[in-house]
């Protein structure tokens, strides 16, 4: 039981990571970005060939990875997303699936249908004792980098000026900007960083979730899930909600197979029965 559960919370973690970033992105801009998955695989492609083809360091090709799909997802927040900040959400779900299958195509182009290899450095390898349990080191290091990020994003939201400003966007977009917030440029830092944050998720689920171009798509219902459990807008929120979706897919795989993966939309499902608004609704962005 123990190890079933390390394995879902390193599981949720990359799920955290990945879409926490969505989260305040529809929490902060009222935006449907169907696309947060193809910024992660960005990430996770450009750490496979910076470590496979430059020999790149493990840790730096993270770094890569955040900054490749920060850049990216500014390029595309510049040229597309901002001109439908104000339009319909059925708009911004039929822009964001067109830019998902353009990165599909794009990705089968470039580097072929197959599963992009991945062996983790030598320190990630094997197994470590851990409270009378063997887990693997890639998943530990996992588990760790994703409490890092929450304590990193917790200080970052509540205890920096460039986090007033989220919060005050979040609460009431009209009066942030009178108070002299540019609330466009808060916009286009935000959806970057969020971005940036899932490319870090896609580079570090390499070990785990593997990397094909139709990983967007395939992914792309895990990321909603925990939104939708969690609460856009919030923290806090997607991380419990990714902790217990990773724990329960992990846990109905083991434990019944014959369910496999439906185990968490019945999670889902019986979450949102009890709390439409999510886990943890909006309340600020906490």
């Known amino acids: 039981m123990g190890i079933v559960i390390f394995d879902g919370l390193a599981y949720g973690m990359l799920l955290f990571l990945i ?3 969505l989260s305040i992105t529809m929490g902060l801009m009222n935006f449907v970005n169907l696309a947060h998955g193809a910024f992660a695989m960005v990430g996770g492609y450009v750490a496979a060939l910076a470590m496979s083809r430059l020999q790149v360091p493990f840790v730096a090709s993270l770094a890569l990875a955040f900054i490749s799909a920060a850049v990216v997802g500014a390029l595309l927040e510049f040229v597309f997303f901002r001109r439908l900040y104000r339009a319909h959400p059925l708009d911004h779900v039929l822009l964001s699936i067109g830019i998902v299958f353009v990165f599909v195509a794009g990705g089968t182009y470039l580097f072929g249908p197959t599963m ?3 062996t983790a450095p030598d320190w990630l390898r094997g197994q470590i004792s851990l409270l009378g349990m063997e887990v ?4 530990l290091f996992l588990i760790v980098v994703g409490f890092a990020v929450l304590a990193a994003l917790l200080l970052l939201i509540n205890k ?3 986090g007033a400003m ?4 979040v609460d009431n977009q009209r009066v942030a900007a009178g108070l002299g917030v540019r609330v466009d440029r808060l916009f286009f830092l935000t959806f970057s960083f969020g971005c940036g944050l899932a490319g870090l998720g896609g580079a570090l689920g390499l070990g785990m979730l593997g990397l094909d171009p139709s990983f967007p798509l395939k992914y792309m219902i895990y990321f909603l899930i925990v939104v939708c459990v969690g609460g856009a807008g919030t923290i806090v929120g997607p991380f419990v909600a990714a902790v217990l979706v990773g724990i329960v897919d992990v846990g109905g795989k083991y434990y019944m197979p014959e369910l496999g993966a439906f185990l968490i939309y019945v999670f889902m499902v019986v979450v949102l029965l009890v709390r439409p608004h999510g886990l943890i609704p909006k309340k600020g962005l906490v």
Do not use: I
């Not at 989220?166 to 966007?169: D, F, L, N, T």
């Open 166 to 169: 989220v919060r005050a966007a």
């Open 136 to 139: 693997g080191a890639y998943r």
């Open 160 to 162: 920096t000026r460039y």
């Open 116 to 118: 992009q290899p991945f």
């Open 19 to 21: 879409g926490v970033g």
